[in-house]
């Protein structure tokens, strides 16, 4: 069974930094493009970044391109996103999910949220 | 990049069908075959119900269809169950692999 169970989230200052992670279980980790995606309050969900199976190829958001970074450890089966110079509009619940066959996301986790206020 | 349109709201009763569209652009669901559709309840994880416009994954019920005619993309749900009350998101791939998602839809059912 397909898991993704993110972690890291938490209060922080405006213009400060966070890292959050994933931990997948359940499939073959280093063989799929792996995402994250975030919903704020009240909001829809909105594309932040993904990366390829290797982590060789990274592509962001306009609204996070330059703060927040994308990468994965396939050896220990990770998915992470270090969040730098944080917003208040960045505050949102962060969703970390796999990529499918047809640049769908097939499963995801069940998100952690991020509140960035003073 | 503006988010795909999507009315903000739908209902139905049970046993019925509705229809939720989603309005993108000659760049994402006008480009791609590679729409596809989430339902969301509140506070669980999103699930993927189509993709490919129309595919459906392993478990979902056929009651969930999906197609596209230009720049717009609709998920069509039959014989409406209260358990389809949820949030719905179509998302496209929007080239430079990129996504946008559109602004949701709650289906309430009556």
């Known amino acids: 069974e397909v898991q993704l169970v993110e972690s890291g989230g938490g209060l922080v200052q405006p213009g400060g930094s966070l890292r959050l992670s994933c931990a997948a279980s359940?499939?073959?980790?280093?063989?799929?493009?792996m995402s994250w995606v975030r919903q704020a309050p009240g909001k829809g969900l909105e594309w932040v970044a993904s990366i390829k199976q290797h982590g060789s190829e990274k592509y962001y958001g306009d609204s996070v391109k330059g703060r927040f970074t994308i990468s994965r450890d396939n050896a220990k089966d990770s998915l992470y996103l270090q969040m730098n110079n944080l917003r208040a509009e960045d505050t949102s619940v962060y969703y970390c999910a796999m990529f499918g066959s047809a640049w769908d996301l097939g499963y995801w986790g069940q998100g952690t949220l991020v509140t960035v206020s003073p | 990049q503006s988010a795909l349109t999507q009315s903000r709201s739908v209902s139905g009763s049970p046993g019925q069908s509705v229809t939720i569209s989603c309005t993108g652009t000659?760049?994402?669901?006008?480009?791609?075959?590679?729409v596809s559709w989430y339902q969301h309840h509140p506070g669980k994880a999103p699930k993927l119900m189509l993709y490919e416009v129309t595919k459906r994954p392993s478990g979902v019920p056929d009651r969930f269809s999906g197609s596209k005619s230009g720049n717009t993309a609709s998920l069509t749900i039959s014989g409406l169950q209260a358990e389809d009350e949820a949030d719905y998101y179509c998302?496209?791939?929007?080239?430079?692999?990129?996504?946008?998602f559109g602004g949701g839809t709650k289906l309430t059912v009556l």
């Open positions: 359940g499939f073959t980790f280093s063989n799929y493009w």
């Open positions: 000659n760049s994402d669901v006008g480009a791609y075959i590679y």
């Open positions: 998302c496209s791939y929007a080239g430079s692999y990129t996504l946008i």
